[in-house]
């Protein structure tokens, strides 16, 4: 069966601190890796991984894909509270690629 | 901008109910989704829809059905509501072919069946 697994499921640190968050999957063809954000509203978009070793940079986020390893890491550097959110890992398959599989999501809190 | 837009932000029901649960995108996308979406068990796919009048079951299906007559419009039918469909509900659509899955989601439905 498909798995997607995040971790910590659950996180709380400080403004200014930097927060990796991790995603690791078990999915038969791989096509490819994406990462959302789910405020008190519609998750968001933030990159789609589908290369190994190929870092997607947007402002202070980051993401990189282990395709060897199966998982990927969100970093969040200078954290905001404007980042506390539910961050969402989902993976699609090579056939039926728009049917994601989506991870338990991990709920970030940034304290000021 | 894509805009997803569900009907409802929050809606109350009693067991037994009829619910219809609705979705408007405005990006001429051909797939559109329903999600539901509870603590410790992430986002799940009720039903798929890739083009008018075509739909698929998703990884939970039972209990639902849906409705897509026009290509913008996805509904989410609950034939009879049951206190285990209280959840957060999310519509999502995207374009067919390359890139397929990045979904675009809208704000979401909280379901509370009493």
């Known amino acids: 069966e498909d798995k997607v697994v995040q971790s910590p499921l659950s996180l709380v640190v400080h403004e200014g601190d930097t927060v990796t968050l991790n995603c690791s999957y078990e999915?038969?063809?791989?096509?490819?890796l994406l990462w959302y954000k789910q405020e008190k509203k519609a998750p968001t978009f933030l990159f789609m991984l589908?290369?190994?070793?190929i870092e997607k940079k947007s402002g202070r986020l980051s993401s990189i894909l282990d395709k060897k390893e199966l998982f990927s890491i969100l970093n969040i550097t200078a954290t905001q509270t404007g980042d506390s959110a539910i961050y969402l890992c989902a993976v699609s398959r090579l056939q039926g690629a728009q049917k994601l599989v989506f991870g338990q999501g991990t709920r970030l809190t940034i304290n000021p | 901008d894509v805009k997803v837009t569900q009907s409802s932000r929050y809606l109350v029901k009693r067991t037994g109910e009829k619910v219809f649960l609705e979705c408007v995108q405005d990006m001429d996308h051909e797939n559109m989704f329903w999600y539901r979406q509870d603590p410790g068990l992430g986002l799940r796919l009720i039903y798929f829809s890739y083009d008018v009048k075509m739909k698929e079951k998703g990884d939970i299906p039972e209990g639902y059905s849906v409705s897509r007559e026009k290509k913008e419009r996805f509904s989410l039918i609950l034939e009879s509501a049951s206190t285990n469909q209280t959840s957060m509900y999310l519509c999502?659509?995207?374009?067919?072919?390359?890139?397929?899955?990045?979904?675009?989601f809208g704000s979401g439905t909280q379901l509370s069946v009493l």
């Open positions: 999502a659509s995207s374009f067919r072919g390359q890139g397929n899955e990045k979904l675009f």
């Open positions: 589908t290369s190994s070793g």
């Open positions: 999915v038969t063809n791989f096509r490819s």
